[in-house]
């Protein structure tokens, strides 16, 4: 259980990282939709490894298919099955160090939990293969908020402690889609790809902080007390594998700030109510204000390193030596760029429908 | 909609700031905990206004009252209904200010979302007086959580930017529960109370840091890819007014560290898997590692000053000045303290209960 | 658990038979809707013992409090509490008769989930009484359903075995009103009444069917393929106490029809698509046809009866005589006619919402 | 949305009459259930077209694939995915009757819901196709209900107004498999194969009632008041296409019966609780007894007939005549049957886990 996000758009996520395919069903799109299997093939493609410096993992085709809920060019609001096949699978490695608990990942969470049924080739369901489907997902989700004139981007602002600049949200995506590290300040960047290339040359890795926005995000999403815009967006980031904290807008800046310092001054643009500042982070009250919606998350370095590591051998329950063979990422940063965008798309998606803001059928 | 939380033990909130009453229902107690009023008044004071210098907010009584499912000191396994009656109440300068928007709080998106007919007197729904209502849910839980074993805590490490010192996890409830800032660092708690009398000469406030701890957590609880336990902890914790981050174990700080530092080291003591670290605060994939689960949350700088603001006469749709008479606290930290326990105990409950580690009836 | 119904309006039920109250919650109502405390005081009017022959059961005032989530005559999108007080109570009899289940009651099914600690009184969580908490969510439901013209209506339609003749629409409501027997032919009420008496006096009860009619729904209503309009009626009318079947339409009888018989034939009235029979009730493939929404459910005899009945003492394990005193219903389904006509509104009206055919906002 | 059913044991259905395939995921079923391809297919087989004079519909090989959540003939916790792929199909006769409206379908309802961009070849999702998906899951949930020795079967037991005589429970199973109309009384079955017989040649259909009956249920499945275990037995049924009405036990019957007669005393047998008679049908209370679970729903004769009808051209908005070609079951009855297996043995499985009778991993 626990598979499936979101109440009106629901996503539920299926497939492990060495089984036949990871996929995803969408509940809940409008029908009417126009979507073509080239617009999920885009972002999948976009969160595919060997894109960068960082990324030297396993290569996958990851080629879309469409198994239900569009039919000629069109959501038919039915729901949506989409997924990729799983095709570079040597899983011999795994097989050799199967009792080897891997520091940083859930083997021994996943061993409790599962009784040692789990799929444990390549980290079976906790495998970062599995965002796949958060992406597949995304994409449905994005054209759908295209409806509504939402636009959802992301961008890497820190990696193994560089910080990037900041940069007018008009310019990051451009930025963003030319660098390979997803950074939309190129000094950084290149310090970025520098550092990654020295870490790799230690068999180490780096982690970082992705930044995501959503710009014209109409008033009113989010349903409180609960059921927060900013309270699921957290919990559907932190379904991200690797991702460790989360934050709005000042987020844990505002421990250091004033109250005159920390509140955004209302005022009147063009007609609008809009707030001077932003360090709400565009969330007041669990309710989206209108302003961009600024969210940044906590990505770990990757778990799997080269350098040999003490564990615990779980079968024989003694103290082993592990030594991780086969290509790993050095950093997983750039790849969660999509992934941030689609876990943001499709909660806003969800909130969007909850608030009435898209009809029952596109057209 | 949007204001129960849990699947299996699910907590239900309602009441208004200056409606008749603020409370909750429990659904999914198991039947035979035993639990009288005076263990859910004990909890309801700890957040009560007037305990220490940061909060000189509105006193009220908060006498509890159990409507529904607590039966001769035992609960019955019917849906459990608390509540604590407003008393306190003035409305009339909330009738002054009525058009408008008090920066910081969410009378702008609440106009918007409701149009105009959510009780905006004491900021209604989204009136931190709503935690009463968590905290009566979270007296349950700890309750519940104790047949387990499991031990829930926390503590302000941070308020207006001066830091405590790390303490013992022992320590650090005693420390707390005497300290009238809930810091288990009394030099730290010194100074931040003295800032505090500052902030509140100038007619301002600050914001600051809680950790919130669970000790004895089972290995096993969460339900990913989804329903992560830290996913499901930050939504109930964002859902806390004020709260604008959540982080986990080394949480932001993630972000400048190798893998080789950040991955925990698996080990054995006493015949049992531990980690030689904690980076991961206890949640690995999703799930429970048995490792105390740490949480910090980033509390913004309480709204309500007494300083003019610049602002939005919502009706006339032009700029105004607002002045905010009345009392307020300076700061909420201490007084959130136990609500994120009690929303940290919810979440352990729900979770714990989907997976089958509480029986359906505790005898 | 299981004390919540309904996805965007979720009513959730609280409150035991001689507890302090029977209450309910209702989270999901759109801000702006025109009620009245005595709006809802009607509906639970109608459903109060004494009002007839077959009703000599327990009395109460049973006056509606508000709670939360109504002001100033409005709602105002949080949720709103309602409950009635508990008064006219004398647990004594059932102190008597702890141990001895009754049959056709849930006393044995709930010691057995609830361990004893089920509140046992008056049947605790299971008795009649939790309805007039499905009433006070039904009269938000119906006013809510009136801004889209739905009107929703019920009557008894069998009783002991007579059947009432079969009545056009438009006259049942005012017969029905008049009738204290809520049934709208006359000549079968008055057989059904002298039956009623003769019942009583032998010291047992009656059944009957109960038909529920909706009016003015509009087409598209469901969620197929598992959140049907008639899978979601069903369910909530089953949580009406003694009803044992629903059917829709032509109902049991579709058993003996052929294909040919059975489907009812499209075509076009006032420009609009409609069926010249309504044998499935108004519903097709799960969701509204726009044609009257037709649904009966059986109503068992009321389980208290006044004759000795053999059973078993659960805390001694053996064979023993139950004899029942008090007042009980000679027949429940008088009052139950506007417990289906609330459970039917409460179900259309989460549908309409999920469908999107009410406002956020009602102006 | 609407396509997903169950809390704990959650099954997501997925697919269309003429598209690709038809599938479901099944999220929640606990690690370690030994379960092969064969089991599954076993269960899709029984519900294939082709095994009886009454259904002479499509032909399909109908192979199962799995494509996650079990691994090495084990479950391992994550979701299982199952699919069957649509081969036989034909779709040139639902072009040719694209715009008219097929009494007794889905077609007017989903045109108006969907906008028209539902995919109504074959009725797409409201085929009666979407049950190879429920079967399956029914496979899972068989096998897991096996481990606690709850039995789930079914059987026709009224065709076309021919009803079958009452058998014994151990003879229901081993008669209804020899049987192609899955009817347990031999005479009965003989003269309903004349009917059909007859009823073709008319180009006509009939319909009838599948009782199904669950064996050997623990006392206390069930969450009253909302989610009680005759409403979702209710509602899973319900999203059977065809099914009309439910009813439990004496079921219809109870509106003619005295409280006396309908009341099932409760007595003592082997030390255990039982009643002597089972007209509640195992269900007080909205939770099992522990007797035998017996439901019965109302199957309509299939809406397909070759007689021409009228009906509405819905793009012309004219009255047409219909003539439905092509190959269709003549009664549906036989092949509900396993459906209606499954649909309570999904059921039954939810609520298992809901009461915590069920470990989180088979061992």
Redesign the interface.
Known sequence: ?????G??????????SH???V?V?I??CP??LAITRADIQQEVDRRRAGQSVASTGRHEEDRVE????I?NG????????L?VRNKDIDSSDYERIKHL?R????D???F????G???YRGG???SGR?TAGHVMAGAIAKKLLGTLGVEVLAHAV????IKAKSVNYEKIKPAVEKNPLRCADPIASRKMSELIER?RA?G??????VEGIALNVP??L???????L???L??????I?AV?????????????????????????ED?K?I?KTN???GV??????GMPIIVRV????????L?P????D?EQ???ATLTIGGRHDVCIVPRAVPVVEAMMAVTLCDFAL???KI???I?
Chains 1, 2, 3, 4 share one sequence.
Do not use: W
Not at 66 to 69: D, E, K, N, R
Not at 158 to 161: D, F, H, K, L, M
């Open positions: 259980m626990g598979n499936s996000l109440k009106l758009f629901t996503v539920t996520s299926f497939g492990e089984g036949p395919c996929g069903i509940d809940g029908a009417g469409i198994l239900a809920g039919s069109f959501t038919t609001g039915a729901p949506i099955c997924l608990l520091p940083g990942h859930a021994y969470t996943a409790v939990k599962y009784g049924f789990n799929d079976g369901r906790f599995i820190e990696i193994g402690g870490v230690e180490d890795s780096v982690g970082g902080i008033v009113g989010g349903e409180p007390v609960f059921d927060t900013d309270g699921e957290a919990k559907a980031l932190l379904a594998p460790k904290g989360v934050e709005f807008g000042a987020g844990f800046r505002v421990a250091g700030l004033r109250g005159s310092e920390n509140n955004d001054l209302f005022t009147i007609g109510v707030t360090n709400a982070g007041l009250g669990g309710i989206s204000t906590a990505v770990k370095p990757v778990a799997s390193i350098k590591q003490s564990t615990v779980i329950m003694k103290e909850r608030a009435g009809p029952g059928v057209r």
